[in-house]
């Protein structure tokens, strides 16, 4: 296997890094590796890129990563404006390119990038791509549910597209800064649609379409858009889900608490679902179909401020509320690209696909905006991964001549199981670069990604980052440097990740602890939408001074970085971020739940899975008709991703004598550690304890 050091590969290494410069920083151990003073250490399993791939490669050498993360360090004004200048800006940006207070004591937290810069991310993205020659590239295969199902668009095909789209929302009245909802699968149209906000300076605002009506409700409520933009159905598997009863639902509920809205566009989404089934309110609804074709293919574009918002997208914190994440335009855009250029070394000839969905951040920066900014071809894919067989991805990846093929760890392990042959029966001979993003990735489906998907010479990128971050924040550069299976390797031009103790004090060297950023990066989010209070209370105040991920970190002694999870009370599962709170008030409106306590627990597949203790209002019993109701209000309350794996009933929950409820202990319940449940002597009750044991199995 290649998991072994080859040794004429280190030697280069060693002979390159000879000219190193000393002290950069935290990543200065990475010397430490290439030198050669780690190397006895078993558990490193050092995987050294090959030569062949290091030399093309756009950071082909430690050194060279070590020398541009130095100037980004010690010059980012001039670093990044360098970067920025490779787009179209309208006006360039004022005299000082970005300012920033991360520093609760000081005041205010603010954070600007390029401020006074006018630009657009649609013009870049699209029209600047075709000046530059490129108008007849394929800017998206698009590979529907069913195999062979699917089309193409060019950068001139998705402009027009875009256009008319743009022109019809300024036709019902949506203007710079309205905000725009959008609710559909992964359908052309989803991109379309966020680039033509972006066109016209709308703030978008897309929702997963696997939320639940009660989940779009509340965020339609919380943004009031001038227009929801949906589709009538898809086919996911072999499943229908009927997007349009959704939506019906959540603007019927969005009406009844004030907001009513006006305008629903609805994509007939044929194969799926015809129109004449579709319900309909006349008035709201209209058809994409009849309005926007009928557009003109071309639409002046709305200059708008770097610092103007560009989209806001929920995401799920350690409250039952979900938080409006808010991005700007001219920092993201730079950040993105640049991220999405190193990151996996895109060059032009690359085919790209990201697996992700645009309802979360990874389909925002990684499956629209990052890749057409670079002026890639991109696949968009509407399907399951696993329909109609577990082979699919690579039936896709053979189809396209996919080059980086960019997922979730969660989808590694499913595949996994089901077998090599699955992968193997294709050729895959055009993949170069693999990627990974939601979770950490288990070394033992790192390898068989890197073995068996990859045979052994793609490079891994497993990208960190955050909805909050809006781009890749400690991220593998491919050909630059060995790496870890399991590690996310060392941070990103620009970015300066520090750990810190329970003090918020930073810790040097080898350690573990708290994973916080000091100083702000172009594309980090600006606000929570409608109140920065709570981006400060949530981001800013545990370790005053410094930008606080939510995750835990430790850095080994050769200064790469591994991420261990989430230290609050947000899980992960398959990659999807859940707050345990969120779980929580949806069990509790179950009339039969008078309280519930929700914690995260190992997953096979799915990294971490939700178990849920419940206490019934008196009298109640439990019963597997119960069970099955608690699962259904979850789905109902947030959507099917969210439901809970186990449901253990709690006659009573264990709480400090001041009420709290004492997670660890759950946790430990949860895994069945059962001889490890610690000191119970400080619950109020400690005998509840014993019997949630006794109904472990229950
Ligand atoms: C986790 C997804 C380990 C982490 C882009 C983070 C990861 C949360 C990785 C953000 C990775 C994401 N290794 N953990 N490569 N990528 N995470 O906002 O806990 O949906 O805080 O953004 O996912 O999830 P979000």
Excluded at 276 to 295: A, F, N
Aim: charged share 20%; proline share 5%.
């Amino acid at each position: 296997s290649t998991t072994t050091l080859k040794t004429s590969d280190h030697l280069r290494h060693v002979e390159s890094m000879s000219t190193l410069p000393s002290g950069a920083g935290p990543i200065s151990r990475l010397n430490a590796v290439i030198l050669g003073e780690s190397l006895a250490s078993e558990e490193d399993h050092l995987v050294f890129p090959s030569e062949a791939f290091s030399m093309q490669a756009h950071v082909p050498s430690p050194q060279k990563y070590l020398e541009t993360y130095a100037r980004s360090i010690e010059d980012p004004a001039g670093f990044w404006s360098e970067m920025a200048s490779g787009f179209f800006w309208k006006e360039r940006w004022g005299p000082q390119v970005y300012a920033e207070n991360l520093d609760i004591r000081k005041g205010k937290i603010n954070i600007e990038w390029f401020k006074g810069g006018i630009t657009n991310l649609c013009y870049n993205c699209l029209d600047r791509i075709i000046e530059s020659g490129d108008g007849d590239k394929i800017a998206i295969f698009w590979e529907g549910n069913e195999p062979g199902f699917d089309g193409t668009l060019t950068y001139k095909q998705l402009l027009a597209r875009v256009c008319q789209l743009a022109n019809w929302l300024k036709d019902v009245g949506v203007r710079k800064g309205d905000a725009v909802v959008i609710y559909l699968p992964m359908l052309m149209e989803l991109p379309i649609s966020m680039l033509a906000c972006s066109r016209i300076g709308a703030v978008h605002s897309v929702v997963f379409a696997g939320f639940s009506a009660e989940s779009l409700a509340q965020r339609i409520m919380d943004c009031k858009p001038k227009v929801v933009i949906t589709c009538n159905a898809v086919r996911r598997g072999s499943k229908i889900i009927y997007l349009k009863d959704i939506v019906d639902a959540a603007l019927a509920e969005s009406a009844r608490n004030g907001n009513p809205l006006d305008v629903c566009l609805t994509y007939e989404n044929e194969s799926a679902m015809k129109r004449e089934s579709t319900k309909w309110q006349e008035g709201r609804d209209i058809w994409w179909q009849d309005v926007v074709p009928k557009h003109p293919t071309t639409c002046a574009v709305e200059w708008v401020d770097a610092e103007d918002p560009l989209f806001l997208l929920y995401t799920s914190g350690s409250t039952g509320k979900p938080k409006g994440v808010l991005h700007t335009t001219g920092g993201y855009m730079v950040y993105t690209a640049t991220t999405f250029k190193y990151a996996f070394d895109y060059k032009p000839s690359d085919v790209y696909w990201c697996t992700a969905d645009c309802g979360w951040i990874t389909g925002h920066s990684y499956v629209t905006y990052g890749p057409l900014l670079n002026g890639a071809t991109a696949v968009v894919f509407e399907g399951a991964p696993n329909y109609p067989d577990a082979g699919r991805c690579w039936d896709i990846v053979d189809k396209f001549k996919v080059s980086i093929f960019y997922t979730a760890p969660t989808l590694v392990r499913s595949l996994m199981r089901e077998g090599d042959q699955y992968v193997t029966r294709y050729s895959r001979k055009s993949l170069r670069v693999l990627g990974s993003v939601g979770e950490p990735i288990n070394p033992s489906a790192w390898r068989w990604y890197f073995n068996v998907v990859g045979e052994s010479r793609c490079p891994i990128s497993d990208t960190w980052w955050q909805t909050e971050t809006g781009g890749f924040m400690i991220t593998p550069l491919p050909g630059a440097w060995p790496q870890k299976p399991g590690s996310a390797t060392f941070p990103f031009f620009g970015v300066q990740p520090v750990i810190v103790d329970e003090k918020g004090a930073e810790i040097e060297g080898e350690c573990s602890g708290y994973l916080c950023v000091k100083s702000s990066w172009p594309s980090a989010f600006r606000t929570l939408y409608g109140d920065h209070e709570r981006y400060e209370a949530t981001y800013f105040s545990a370790f005053p001074g410094y930008y606080f991920t939510g995750d835990g970190c430790t850095r080994d002694k050769d200064g790469y970085y591994w991420l261990t999870g989430r230290v609050d009370d947000v899980i992960n599962v398959s990659g999807h971020r859940i707050g345990t709170a969120e779980v929580e008030s949806a069990l509790v409106s179950h009339p039969q739940c008078a309280e519930a306590a929700v914690v995260g627990v190992e997953h096979e597949v799915k990294g971490q899975g939700i178990y849920a203790f419940v206490t019934l209002v008196e009298s109640v019993l439990y019963s597997e008709d119960l069970r099955r109701s608690l699962i259904l209000t979850v789905r109902n309350q947030i959507g099917a991703f969210a439901a809970p794996d186990k449901i253990h009933w709690a006659p009573g929950l264990p709480k400090t004598r001041s009420g709290k409820i004492m997670r660890r202990i759950l946790r430990k319940i949860a895994s069945r550690q059962l001889d490890e449940l610690g000191d119970t002597s400080t619950l109020a009750d400690p005998s509840v304890v014993d019997e949630l044991i006794k109904l472990v199995d229950c």
